[in-house]
């Protein structure tokens, strides 16, 4: 495994976030469009977690993300950050997310 130094670190920015909509991207059984709530502003997040969530049940939690990642378009839609996951047991994504409810925008330190 490569390793960075805190230097390199500290210029990822992870924070907290409020799933506001979620809804599956057409023509894809894996990926979802996220709208979040990042505080002050709101961002679309397109994930491949569709295999494992199913929209409904992800609007009003908060999860993790990394805020500061170039925007990359997905079958031509914008994400603007990137969701955090594990892989769980049977390899479907588990979301990480604070085990209490923080203010939005929270940084991850």
């Known amino acids: 495994m490569a390793t960075i130094n805190y230097d390199q ?17 057409e023509d894809s059984d894996k990926l979802l469009r996220l709208k979040v709530a990042l505080g002050d502003s709101e961002r679309q997040i397109i994930a491949g977690i569709g295999k494992a969530y199913e929209p409904a049940t992800l609007v009003g939690r908060q999860i993790v993300i990394v805020a500061n990642l170039e925007p990359r378009s997905l079958m031509g839609l914008e994400s603007q950050g990137m969701i955090l ?23 991850i330190s």
């Open 9 to 25: 670190f500290k210029q990822t920015e992870l924070k907290v976030v409020k799933i506001l909509e979620a809804e599956r991207v």
């Open 85 to 107: 996951a594990a892989h769980g047991e049977n390899g479907e994504a588990v979301l990480l997310s604070p085990d209490k409810e923080v203010p939005v925008g929270s940084e």
